[in-house]
């Protein structure tokens, strides 16, 4: 008896591969594209935007992997100043990672403003800004803010506000300089990811930030 060759296994487990590679490529592609979408409440110049009382600058590390100062935290703390100095925000809010004694994000954005000449009381720090949802949640939660601007570049911006529009609070942002693709190719592939994760958040898991602690209102009553 002649007996039938079995197609073998590997091409179909190849097909089904692929279908998913397309699958989940364009998914992340929806997800972007869906974040990208809120590109126009996104501001380059301060004439455009209005007053809110607080800017939310987002934290990042003050210095590359490679040694010497980043550039994208160096874009954010000039873009907060030139906010503050043209009047269309009273206090900054300084929101990074600090889950580590040894790395200090808001410490070293409130330093860097000062440098700046911004005064020190207009300054404040959220010590819990893990991740850019901790941020922006907390600003509500926490520092009771109805409204705020976000200051970071505009990749950056477009997926906070994302992530504020999906959890009801109002704001705008204010778009620091930011670095081509090509002299910061491994932030802008992992900004993809984050993006996917943001609609989660959003639509799915609606996670909330890692602490949220007492009411801390700015300013503070008098």
């Known amino acids: 008896m002649i007996q039938r060759k079995k197609r ?16 989940g490529t364009g998914f992340v592609l929806a997800c972007n594209w869906r974040v990208a979408a809120l590109a126009g409440l996104t501001h380059d110049h301060p004439s455009g935007l209005p007053h809110n009382q607080v800017g939310l600058v987002l934290g990042c590390s003050p210095f590359k992997k490679g040694g010497g ?4 935290f160096v874009h ?12 269309k925000i009273d206090y900054i809010l300084v929101s990074g990672d600090n889950r580590r004694q ?21 300054i404040v720090r959220d010590y819990a800004g893990f991740t850019t949802l901790d941020s922006v949640v907390r600003a509500r939660k926490v520092f009771q803010l109805e409204t ?21 609070i109002e704001a705008v942002a204010f778009n620091a300089p930011t670095l081509a693709v090509t002299a ?6 992992r900004e993809m990811f984050a993006r996917v ?14 602490f949220l602690g007492p009411s801390l209102p700015i300013p503070q009553p008098q």
């Not at 954010?76 to 009047?87: G, H, I, V």
Request: positive net charge; aromatic residues 10%.
């Open 148 to 168: 705020f601007t976000i200051i970071s570049q505009q990749f950056h911006n477009e997926r906070a506000l994302y992530l504020a529009r999906g959890y009801g």
């Open 8 to 23: 073998p296994r590997k091409w179909l487990l190849a097909g089904v591969a692929v279908g998913l590679l397309i699958l």
């Open 69 to 72: 100062s980043n550039p994208f």
């Open 197 to 210: 994760r943001a609609v989660l958040d959003v639509h799915l898991f609606r996670r909330d930030p890692h």
């Open 102 to 122: 040894e790395y200090d994000e808001p410490t070293e954005m409130r330093k860097a403003l000062i440098e700046r000449g911004i005064p020190a009381q207009r």
């Open 76 to 87: 954010r703390m000039d873009a907060a100043e030139q906010l503050y100095k043209s009047r």
């Open 184 to 189: 910061a190719a491994k932030t802008y592939v």
